[in-house]
């Protein structure tokens, strides 16, 4: 396709994904708050904007990948922000993992002044951006779905339509909620292994194959050396930082209490990490809450 993406947030996630539409041969513009990211993205063969604003004005498509929403409400929203500035008809996907809400209302902003919006959060994590292998969790129009589906296809593997605006965000924050609980309960079964005296490569290798076997064992081994190329071999750096799982886990609480439903576990699990947090933990990867169990 000869068409201009504009991809605003360079960040862990959003870089990698950009590395995915050159690798493709698409033409993209992007922006971030941090130079350095403009700067790394522009080496690769995107071209710098000097703002959002200035990216959105020349593309087809705008893809947004920013930290929470107050982030995206005021790249949409504000008195600045870019929806006035999109030619006709453009699509504008927004890949953050934000409220159903917000997305609702910056969708149905997008959608007023004639253009198209799809929420489409991911899971995958920083080596699935990497690999071109993220899930794509879709909320939209079915119009507005089938419009990005070749785009984000360059980024992923599975793309999965969960329902209208906002449902994408919904199913999206449902999967975190579980990863949360996921990544504690292996890292309180690995730390009571070792505290027995136990090898926990050896213990992961059998779990693997046993029914505690998960996600973060094949894909995100919370203890240091057990894999290679995961944030806990790597001193919890880069990956899924700490805040931003608080932060899923507080919209998994307040989805909870909006419609009344039992969460003990992830009541526990952000009990956990906001502990964790508190010890100035914010920026480190969320497996390092292994750390939180038991020595390293
Ligand atoms: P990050 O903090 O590493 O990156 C966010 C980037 O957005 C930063 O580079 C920041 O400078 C930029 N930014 C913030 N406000 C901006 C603005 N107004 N204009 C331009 N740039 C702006 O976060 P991340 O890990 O890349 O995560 C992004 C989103 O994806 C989050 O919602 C997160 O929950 C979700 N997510 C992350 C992972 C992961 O493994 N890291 C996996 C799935 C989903």
């Not at 068409?3 to 690798?23: H, R, T, W, Y």
């Not at 902003?109 to 292998?133: K, L, N, W």
């Not at 980024?155 to 339509?161: A, E, S």
Request: hydrophobic share 45%; aromatic share 6%; glycine share 10%.
């Amino acid at each position: 396709t000869s068409k201009k993406i504009a991809f605003i947030g360079l960040g862990n996630m959003g870089a990698p994904m950009v590395d995915n539409l050159l690798s493709h041969q698409l033409d993209v513009v992007v922006f971030d708050l941090v130079p350095e990211a403009v700067q790394r993205a522009c080496d690769k063969g995107a071209t710098a904007a000097t703002d959002a604003r200035q990216a959105v004005r020349q593309a087809d498509i705008v893809i947004s990948m920013l930290p929470a929403a107050a982030h995206v409400k005021s790249l949409y929203l504000s008195d600045t922000g870019i929806i006035a500035q999109a030619r006709p008809d453009t699509l504008f996907i927004d890949s953050s993992t934000i409220d159903a809400s917000t997305a609702k209302l910056v969708g149905e902003a997008v959608e007023q002044a004639g253009h198209q919006f799809v929420d489409a959060p991911v899971s995958g994590g920083t080596a699935g951006a990497a690999a071109g292998t993220l899930t794509f969790i879709m909320g939209g129009h079915d119009t507005a779905i089938e419009r990005a589906r070749p785009i984000l296809a360059c980024m992923g593997k599975n793309l999965f339509h969960a329902g209208p605006m906002g449902a994408g965000q919904i199913a999206k924050i449902c999967n975190n909620m579980l990863l949360a609980v996921l990544m504690a309960g292996t890292s309180e079964a690995l730390q009571l292994a070792i505290a027995n005296g136990l090898d926990p490569k050896v213990v992961s290798d059998i779990m693997l194959q046993s029914s505690g076997c998960n996600w973060t064992l094949q894909k995100y081994n919370p203890c240091p050396e057990v894999m290679a190329n995961v944030p806990s071999s790597n001193d919890y750096a880069g990956g899924f930082m700490v805040k931003l799982m608080n932060k899923d886990l507080s919209l998994a609480m307040d989805a909870a209490g909006a419609t009344g439903s039992a969460t003990p576990m992830a009541s526990a699990a952000q009990g956990l990490y906001r502990l964790h947090q508190l010890q100035g933990n914010q920026d480190k990867d969320f497996s390092s809450i292994f750390t939180l169990f038991g020595k390293l």
